[in-house]
């Protein structure tokens, strides 16, 4: 395909991304050349031993730091060109993060917490649409509590309502399930999957657990700063024997 249709068929496009961290200890080369597509409505993993980039990716394709060279087009436009208020203004419109540490405003009620992202872009949020979001990830009747008083895995379900909320193009997830244990993890991984399956939204989650990515419709393999290879429809066992062969 030319790079003109992978630009028009795809919600998140990098070209070619580089990254490299100076410091007075010298540089590090944190992405050597990353180019890949994700399709609109993909579900897509991200894998690689520690340190081989997967952070990075994630942070410059979402707008959070910016490669060394490269291009990132998400939701058709170049993120690299923009200043730092359009990119707050592209993340809050396009973009909704998921993090291990969930990130909730403590002081702030569930209901708060997720009407936050509306907010912040200057709409009131209506009641019905912070209640049906929260019924949508099964957090009917905690509307007033706030997030010390519930478990991880509902404060992880309060972040994805908050994520959600925006009907944002691109979901960012940087190991969701790295703090809850199976059984949640499966929910959280779920509600991921409907959000790509019913919505139409297009996820892309870092992660270092197989059965998590085996959720994914494709995973990526980063090794070294590059993409190494990908697995399509993988089982968890075929993922992590992929993952084995990877790190051999
Ligand atoms: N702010 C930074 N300054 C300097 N080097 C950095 C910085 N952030 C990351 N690195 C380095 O860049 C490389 C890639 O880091 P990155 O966090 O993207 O890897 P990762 O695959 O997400 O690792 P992990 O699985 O351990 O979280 C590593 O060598 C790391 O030490």
């Known amino acids: 395909m ?29 992405l050597r050349g990353v180019t890949h597509a994700f399709a609109p409505g993909s579900f897509t993993a991200v894998m690689g031993a520690s340190g081989s980039g997967k ?11 910016r490669p060394t060279s490269g291009s990132v087009l998400l939701a058709g436009t170049e993120l690299t ?3 730092e208020t359009e990119l707050t203004m592209l993340r809050r419109r396009a973009m909704g993060f998921i993090f291990q540490a969930y990130n909730l405003l403590p002081a702030l009620t569930v209901y708060d917490n997720v009407a936050l992202p509306l907010r912040l872009t200057g709409t009131k949020p209506t009641k019905s649409q912070v209640y049906d979001v929260l019924a949508r990830v ?14 991880g895995g509902q404060q992880q379900r309060v972040a994805i309502a908050r994520a959600l909320i925006a009907q944002p193009a691109v979901l960012f997830a940087d190991e ?15 509600l991921l999957r409907a959000a790509t399956d019913s919505a139409g939204q297009t996820v892309v989650m870092v992660t270092h657990d197989p059965v ?9 393999f980063l090794s070294d700063g590059l993409v190494a290879g990908s697995l399509d429809h993988g089982t968890a066992q075929q993922i992590a024997a992929a993952m084995s062969e990877l790190e051999r």
Do not use: N
């Open 176 to 190: 969701p399930t790295g703090a809850l244990d199976r059984g949640t993890s499966r929910q959280v991984l779920e």
């Open 212 to 220: 998590a990515a085996a959720y994914a419709s494709r995973v990526l």
């Open 55 to 65: 952070s990075t990716l994630l942070q410059c394709a979402a707008g959070l730091d």
């Open 2 to 30: 030319t790079t003109l249709a992978l630009q028009t068929t795809s919600a998140l496009l990098l070209d070619g991304i580089t990254k490299t961290y100076r410091s007075k200890a010298g540089s590090v080369q944190a």
């Open 81 to 83: 060109i923009l200043d």
């Open 138 to 151: 099964g957090l009917d009747g905690k509307a007033k509590r706030r997030p010390a008083e519930l478990s």
